[in-house]
């Protein structure tokens, strides 16, 4: 799946988002999780104009082109988001009540983290399934690189794509380092667990990596 959002700026008590306008959707629903294995909890919807959070300073937002696209500034402390630390954002359009096709999780770094310094850690665990096609696509905030995952399961094999339904990389159970990326960016990986009777299962495992082009 293609990107469906980005975020152009992040800054303390800041959030600003783009997605295009899409026919036929009249709600733009954003949910948010502490982790992208976690069951996302919505908590605002916009409409096809776009929202501004009543809590930003409208002295801080900069004028930009929004032809075409929805944009949607706000600040995480109005919705129990926390401030300095990551989360991971969900956008799912809406036709009345009837949801569309949830977005991947996309990780969403603090301002802090954004200052071309810096390790992006992330851990949790990748779904069972038994081709790529169930994989699930984690989408990272911008070109990463230095990749290094580690499968933490220590029976089951942890498969890793770099595109939607590519070929896998398979990370034996609990050894390190398994799967490296050196000079390659990345923005998004797909990950699955199997067991080694090629069956489905449930797979911790961490990741490092770094971003492409610091700033």
């Known amino acids: 799946m293609t990107r469906q959002f980005k975020i152009a700026r992040r800054r303390p008590n800041y959030v600003d988002f783009y997605t295009p306008t899409q026919a036929g959707v009249d709600g733009y629903k954003l949910s948010w999780a502490t982790n992208f294995d976690a069951t996302p909890t919505d908590f605002l919807t916009s409409t096809n104009v776009g929202y501004l959070d009543p809590k930003v300073n409208q002295a801080v937002v900069d004028t930009q082109p929004t032809g075409g696209m929805v944009r949607i500034v706000f600040d995480p402390a109005s919705y ?79 498969f890793v794509a770099t595109e939607a339904g590519g070929a896998e990389q398979q990370l034996r159970p609990d050894t390190f380092p398994q799967y490296t990326n050196i000079t390659g960016t990345q923005a998004s990986i797909f990950v699955r667990g199997g067991t080694p009777a090629l069956a489905g299962a449930k797979v911790k495992f961490s990741a490092t990596c770094t971003l492409a082009f610091p700033r």
């Open 80 to 158: 129990s988001i926390p401030d300095t630390s990551s989360f991971w954002l969900v956008f799912t359009p809406m036709t009345g009540a009837v949801p569309g096709t949830a977005s991947p999780p996309t990780l969403i770094l603090p301002d802090s983290a954004n200052k071309g310094v810096g390790i992006v850690t992330i851990q949790g665990e990748a779904p069972s399934a038994t081709a790529s096609t169930g994989s699930l696509q984690i989408d990272f905030p911008a070109l990463m690189q230095d990749f290094r995952i580690h499968n933490e399961d220590t029976t089951n094999y942890l």
